[in-house]
């Protein structure tokens, strides 16, 4: 039974997506078609109706509107500017320094506004041509900005490991997030070591001390935006409030610096705001709840189970299972967007996790690792599209560019996956 449901839930998933039926809808009928083969009509419409009902009925899940609706407002408040004027000051001196300000800023305005592609338009938007006119390579600088524009999906706060949270059973979301912070971190560094020896290499030019003559006002300006990070991580850590508060409290935040400190945003403006968070929450939370579903079926049919087995009958060594685990979640993040990617394959990999020994934080931060880097791949990368959208170049002139950092994130995936300590060090040191 177990084959034949498999086969019937992915033959008529992969069928409705080939035929380009959105992934929620496709995900919730091939559930339902395959729930329909081993139980009877009424208890089959019962059962999937409750659970995506009762999926979606989690106190954790309102951090993601509010995340969503804070990253919008700042998103309004126009702080790309000021957040690449001070990336110039910190990677201003070194080697390529205009590439180090996007990947900076990439990682600064990523975490602020909770979205890898709003990070590679604002600042790639006026990076990449920045570059360009400076003599950078066109391609080069595309590179530059898709290869960084995920960091901000790893920093805190991030919508993905909430929703690992949810699916992994509550697995701590402060301690996640520290765990995001360290291995986002390290994607940035990598990036910014391939850039300099490419620039290094090339002879870019660097930031030219009259650009940064008024550092203070540049500071000045860019602190307020940063301080969101800082209020965030510093009250989850020091249990002023949780992260779930916390997502709430960086509204009230990023409407103050939006409406009353840049007055980049007006109160007939914020209308247009909410509306377009309740849509995104509304794909979100039907695609969690529809995921939900596939992932109760694939768990009544006994999926997850016989596909562990499987994969640990392959080998008894946790390197070479860790290896094929990161092989798979690289091609699944190729072809499927994060938030799916997450509610379908935890549930399908983390019992492997475990049954290895693996720690839920250290796997999560991999896990997710893995599925950013799928952002930035073909065939559908987002991060791709955007990327080379905004740099005005075609998704082939931009791969060969690509392979460089590629290499690098691959090394930092290696790290991660391998030595536990690099994702767990932060929350072990302050106890999440």
């Known amino acids: 039974m177990i084959m034949k449901a498999s086969i019937i839930l992915i033959l008529i998933f992969a069928i409705l997506l080939a035929v380009g039926i959105p992934i929620a809808i496709s995900i919730a009928i091939a559930s339902i078609s395959t729930v329909l083969f081993v139980l009877p009509l009424d208890i089959a419409v019962f059962t999937s109706a409750q659970k995506m009902v009762t999926s979606i009925d989690s106190f954790s899940l309102v951090a993601v509107p509010f995340f969503m609706l804070s990253g919008i407002i700042m998103n309004h408040g126009g702080i790309a500017q000021k957040l690449i004027d001070l990336a110039k000051l910190v990677g ?66 991030s919508t993905a ?15 996640l997030f520290m765990s995001g912070l360290t291995i986002g971190l390290l994607w940035a560094v990598a990036i910014m070591i391939v850039s300099y020896i490419i620039a290094k290499k090339r002879n870019y030019p660097v930031v030219q001390k009259k650009e940064n003559q008024n550092i203070k006002k540049i500071v000045l300006d860019a602190i307020p935006s940063l301080f969101l990070i800082i ?17 709430a409290i960086s509204v009230v935040y990023s409407l103050f610096l939006a409406l009353v400190y840049y007055r980049t945003l007006t109160m007939k403006q914020l209308p247009e705001v909410f509306i377009k968070t309740i849509e995104l929450t509304g794909v979100i939370m039907f695609l969690i709840s529809a995921s939900s579903l596939m992932t109760f079926t694939m768990a009544f049919t006994g999926m997850p189970e016989a ?66 880097i799928g952002t930035i791949t073909p065939p559908v990368g987002t991060g791709l599209f955007v990327g080379a959208s905004i740099a005005q170049l075609r998704i082939e002139q931009v791969i060969i560019p690509l392979i460089p950092f590629y290499i690098g994130i691959f090394v930092i995936l290696m790290l991660v996956t391998y030595i536990p300590q690099i994702s767990l060090f932060l929350p072990n040191i302050l106890n999440l």
């Open 161 to 175: 490991f909430i929703i690992y949270s949810l699916i992994s059973g509550g697995t701590s979301i402060s301690a």
């Open 307 to 372: 596909l562990s087995n499987f994969v640990l009958n392959i080998s008894e060594n946790p390197i070479i299972i860790l290896l094929i685990i990161n092989i798979v979640l690289l091609l699944v993040g190729a072809v499927m967007d994060i938030a799916p990617a997450i509610l379908i394959f935890t549930p399908i990999f983390l019992p492997i996790a475990t049954e290895l020994g693996l720690d839920p934080i250290h796997f999560g931060a991999f896990f997710i690792f893995n599925l950013c």
């Open 231 to 247: 209020i965030i991580i510093g009250g989850i850590l020091t249990g002023i409030f949780t992260a779930i508060e916390a997502s």
């Open 92 to 157: 201003g001196r070194i080697p390529g320094s205009l590439a180090h300000t996007n990947i900076i800023g990439n990682s600064l305005f990523g975490s602020i506004s909770s979205s890898a592609i709003a990070a590679s338009t604002a600042i790639g938007g006026v990076m990449v041509p920045s570059q360009v006119n400076e003599g950078y390579d066109r391609k080069f600088a595309a590179a530059v900005n898709i290869a960084s524009a995920p960091t901000g999906m790893l920093i805190p706060p």
